[in-house]
C-alpha cells in the first residue's frame, strides 16, 4: 500500500497514497497502523486526500484502529475526506466515533488546546 508518515508536532500523519482504500490493502495498512499504536503513538491524523472509495472491510477496520488508538489513550482522526467517502462513514454511522476534517490542517489544529 502506497502511504508516507509525517510527524507534525506531535501528530503522526499517516498520508494514503491510494485512491481506493479495499480489502487487499487493509492488511498491509492495519498493521502499519497498529505497530505506530503499540509503538507509543497516541495522536494519529489519516489523510485521505487522494480516496475516492472505501468498501465496508475499509469502515471495519478504519474502526478498529479508532478503537486500539482510544483503548491505548489516544485518539486517530481522519482529514480530507472526499464527499463519497463521508458519504459512506456517514451512512454506516462511523462518522459518530471517528471526527472528519476538511484537510489536514484542521485535523492537526484540533488536537491543540
Known amino acids: 500500500m502506497k502511504h508516507t508518515i509525517d510527524h507534525v508536532r506531535d501528530v503522526t500523519v499517516i498520508r494514503v497514497g491510494e485512491s481506493r482504500l479495499m480489502y487487499p490493502l487493509l492488511s498491509d495498512f492495519s498493521a502499519m497502523v497498529l505497530s505506530l499504536i503499540t509503538g507509543g503513538t497516541r495522536k494519529l491524523v489519516v489523510d485521505l486526500s487522494p480516496v475516492v472509495y472505501i468498501d465496508s472491510a475499509t469502515i471495519g477496520c478504519l474502526m478498529d484502529l479508532y478503537r486500539q488508538a482510544a483503548a491505548a ?3 486517530m482522526k481522519l482529514a480530507s475526506v472526499q464527499k463519497r467517502v463521508e ?3 456517514t451512512m454506516t454511522g462511523a462518522h ?3 471526527q472528519l476534517f476538511a484537510d489536514e490542517a484542521s ?4 488536537f491543540e488546546g
Open 73 to 75: 489513550g489516544g485518539a
Open 87 to 89: 458519504t459512506m462513514l
Open 96 to 98: 459518530n466515533f471517528i
Open 107 to 110: 485535523a492537526l489544529s484540533s
